[in-house]
């Protein structure tokens, strides 16, 4: 069974609104989650390394203001998408890792769809 | 800096037939893991095999086996008697040193014909 939980699954909403993304670690605590961001027929980017109490590592060209990270809990992290816009339309997908030793894969949510109209 | 190549962007396979999705990386560390994921249309990412780096076996599992030849620094996905549910994007990745992130390769789309 499913090892992530993300939610929702799809979100179709106008230019200006807040979108928040939550990535649930189900059977494990996950002191570092990730965020994904994936246009079609290209591979996934790493967006930001979310840590359980402390702040958002992100990525070189990904905006603070924009992407706001929060890991409050060892099982939950979320992606708050501030006054989205078209162009932030795409694939938003988290992973964590179980802890552990290093041969321990990432485990995914099964992504977000994001449609700003 | 961690740089995973996947040289073909599409492949086809017939059904009941094996496959070889190319893999290469480059890293400066000495202990490093690999992996390969499958997305489907759906968009979730399944984790199908690991190879770590001081592994002498080579990885298997059901029908996927790692071809891993590391002076080559490659790590071929290997599908034996594929079926058409194998029809996905393909991602090679690889987690290196102390790195908590995993690099990932460009994909490979994979179509089986019936």
């Known amino acids: 069974g499913a090892v992530v939980s993300q939610h929702p699954s799809r979100v179709i909403c106008k230019s200006g609104t807040s979108v928040k993304i939550e990535c649930r670690s189900l059977?494990?605590?996950?002191?570092?989650m990730f965020w994904y961001r994936q246009f079609p027929k290209q591979s996934l980017m790493l967006m930001a390394t979310?840590?359980?109490?402390?702040?958002?590592?992100?990525e070189q060209g990904v905006e603070k203001d924009k992407f706001l990270i929060n890991h409050a809990s060892l099982t939950l992290s979320t992606l708050t998408v501030t006054s989205a816009h078209p162009e932030d339309s795409s694939f938003y997908i988290c992973?964590?890792?179980?802890?552990?030793?290093?041969?321990?894969?990432?485990?995914f949510g099964d992504g977000t769809r994001l449609s700003i109209l | 800096a961690q740089k995973i190549t996947q040289t073909q962007p599409g492949m086809f396979v017939q059904e009941k037939e094996a496959v070889t999705l190319d893999c290469t990386y480059d890293t400066s560390d000495q202990s490093y893991g690999l992996f390969w994921y499958k997305q489907p249309s759906s968009g979730e990412m399944i984790f199908l095999i690991y190879q770590g780096s001081y592994d002498e076996q080579n990885a298997t599992e059901g029908r996927y086996s790692l071809n891993f030849q590391k002076a080559r620094k490659s790590a071929n996905l290997v599908i034996s008697a594929s079926q058409l549910g194998d029809s996905a994007m393909y991602f090679c990745?690889?987690?290196?040193?102390?790195?908590?992130?995993?690099?990932f390769g460009s994909g490979t789309q994979l179509t089986v014909l019936p």
């Open positions: 979310s840590n359980e109490g402390s702040k958002a590592t992100y």
């Open positions: 059977d494990f605590q996950a002191t570092t």
């Open positions: 992973s964590a890792r179980a802890p552990g030793s290093t041969n321990q894969p990432q485990h």
């Open positions: 990745a690889m987690r290196a040193g102390s790195a908590r992130q995993l690099t």
